[in-house]
């Protein structure tokens, strides 16, 4: 039986369900307090969305530790008043029927600190050769996986439905899976079972901490590309059924920037999400995000294999995304550029706006 986007997705560990197969995407927006409370105007950006439609709602990354901020304006959920700061939000998902997810985040060598602070599994240098990143100690990675447990306890206690561990992208997630940044020897390096250790520490002591009436998501970058190396395509795979089959995760989002393409590994073999679809147990639904902009887009990456489409740049200018395409299936938005007073009218503050503007061609020039 196909599947259509008014369908409602079950997240199957949890048994929490989303009214329709659409997310927000987790996206960089600069709109929060410089403690990592959440802002009115960040608050107020997820709530149009809700007011939209979206059956899914995930956060930008939330650190979990001060030492892993990675940018001004970002959420963190690594304290008490952080946590409190989150409370109208989580009421809004409720009154909204939205299901609501924060991402837990580190920036391990990414941070916006120094080579003396940032962490990261080896140390780490930048393009340049700079030294950016140190070492982390074996009490240091304990203490990052103990971080990310703790706020994904405060997360259930602030009212979130679940949390999506970002483990792609470049962070210290991902560092630690990636064999360009890890390249230690002990039993957190080396093999590609040791570098996965991180990440499966900290899955495990979320679900032994949070209960089996939590959602857990995982984001994986399945390939090297850009500027994320050090990934395999089938060792991602294989992570991803280990993750659904053994570990009690909800979900598994992939992120490809493109969901349309196919893998760079197996550029023949048709687009790189169905490979996830079927390797993945049946009941584990497939998030995926990139260059899903219409309504048509989001039908062809369901017919693809993807369960939940998590909507990104078409999502910040068009916060009724949801409630449009219900009204007309065929609903193909306008797109960029956007002037000014469209993008405070989808409520991105003057930060966001900025912001925005490193993504070429988002912002009109003439506003």
Same mark, same amino acid.
């Given at each position: 039986?196909?599947?259509?986007? &008014?369908?409602? $997705?079950?997240?199957?560990?949890?048994?929490?369900?989303?009214?329709?197969? $659409?997310?927000?995407?987790?996206?960089?927006?600069?709109?929060?307090?410089?403690?990592?409370?959440?802002?009115?105007? @960040?608050?107020?950006?997820?709530?149009?969305?809700?007011?939209?439609?979206?059956?899914?709602?995930?956060?930008?990354?939330?650190?979990?530790?001060?030492?892993?901020?990675?940018?001004?304006?970002?959420?963190?959920?690594?304290?008490?008043?952080?946590? @409190?700061?989150?409370?109208?939000?989580?009421?809004?998902?409720?009154?909204?029927?939205?299901?609501? =997810?924060?991402?837990?985040?580190?920036?391990?060598?990414?941070?916006?600190?120094?080579?003396?602070?940032?962490?990261?599994?080896?140390?780490?240098?930048?393009?340049?050769?700079?030294?950016?990143?140190?070492?982390?100690? $074996?009490?240091?990675?304990?203490?990052?996986?103990?971080?990310?447990?703790?706020?994904?306890?405060?997360?259930?206690?602030?009212?979130?439905?679940? !949390?999506?561990?970002? +483990?792609? /992208?470049?962070?210290?997630?991902?560092?630690?899976?990636?064999?360009?940044?890890?390249?230690?020897?002990?039993?957190?390096?080396?093999?590609?079972?040791?570098?996965?250790?991180?990440?499966?520490?900290?899955?495990?002591?979320?679900? @032994?901490?949070?209960?089996?009436?939590?959602?857990?998501?995982?984001?994986?970058?399945? &390939?090297?590309?850009?500027?994320?190396?050090? $990934?395999?395509?089938?060792?991602?795979?294989?992570?991803?059924?280990?993750?659904? &089959?053994?570990?009690? !995760?909800?979900?598994? /989002?992939?992120?490809?920037?493109?969901?349309?393409?196919?893998?760079?590994?197996?550029?023949?073999?048709?687009?790189?999400?169905?490979?996830?679809?079927?390797?993945?147990?049946?009941?584990?639904?497939?998030?995926?995000?990139?260059? =899903?902009?219409?309504?048509?887009?989001?039908?062809?990456?369901?017919?693809?294999?993807?369960?939940?489409?998590?909507?990104?740049?078409?999502?910040?200018?068009?916060?009724?995304?949801?409630?449009?395409?219900?009204?007309?299936?065929?609903?193909?938005?306008?797109?960029?550029?956007?002037?000014?007073?469209?993008?405070?009218?989808?409520?991105?503050?003057?930060?966001?706006?900025?912001?925005?503007?490193?993504?070429? +061609?988002?912002?009109?020039?003439?506003?």
């Amino acid at each position: 039986m196909s599947i259509s986007i &008014e369908n409602p $997705i079950v997240y199957p560990v949890s048994q929490i369900t989303a009214p329709n197969r $659409i997310a927000l995407a987790p996206m960089t927006n600069t709109q929060s307090h410089d403690d990592g409370r959440l802002s009115d105007d @960040e608050a107020k950006w997820l709530k149009q969305r809700i007011d939209g439609g979206f059956g899914t709602i995930i956060t930008a990354g939330a650190y979990v530790d001060a030492l892993g901020k990675s940018w001004n304006g970002q959420i963190g959920i690594h304290n008490h008043a952080t946590k @409190e700061s989150f409370t109208p939000l989580t009421e809004a998902f409720r009154k909204g029927n939205s299901v609501g =997810i924060i991402q837990l985040f580190h920036g391990g060598m990414r941070a916006m600190y120094d080579k003396n602070t940032n962490q990261s599994p080896s140390g780490g240098k930048n393009s340049r050769g700079e030294t950016i990143a140190r070492k982390m100690d $074996i009490d240091e990675i304990h203490s990052a996986i103990n971080a990310h447990i703790e706020a994904a306890y405060r997360s259930k206690q602030a009212g979130f439905h679940g !949390v999506e561990i970002h +483990g792609a /992208h470049g962070y210290l997630i991902h560092q630690f899976l990636s064999s360009e940044t890890n390249k230690r020897t002990d039993l957190w390096g080396g093999s590609t079972k040791h570098r996965e250790r991180f990440l499966l520490q900290i899955v495990r002591g979320i679900r @032994e901490k949070c209960g089996s009436d939590f959602v857990v998501g995982v984001r994986l970058s399945p &390939e090297d590309a850009n500027w994320f190396h050090g $990934i395999d395509f089938d060792a991602c795979l294989d992570l991803s059924c280990r993750l659904a &089959e053994d570990e009690g !995760v909800d979900y598994i /989002h992939i992120s490809l920037w493109d969901a349309f393409k196919a893998a760079d590994k197996y550029p023949e073999k048709g687009p790189a999400i169905s490979h996830f679809k079927k390797a993945l147990p049946k009941i584990t639904p497939l998030m995926t995000a990139g260059k =899903i902009w219409s309504g048509q887009d989001a039908k062809d990456i369901l017919s693809y294999g993807a369960d939940v489409l998590a909507l990104g740049r078409v999502a910040i200018a068009h916060p009724n995304w949801v409630n449009e395409y219900l009204n007309n299936d065929l609903y193909n938005p306008t797109k960029p550029p956007f002037s000014i007073s469209h993008l405070e009218n989808a409520g991105l503050n003057h930060s966001f706006i900025e912001y925005m503007r490193k993504w070429k +061609g988002f912002v009109g020039n003439n506003d």
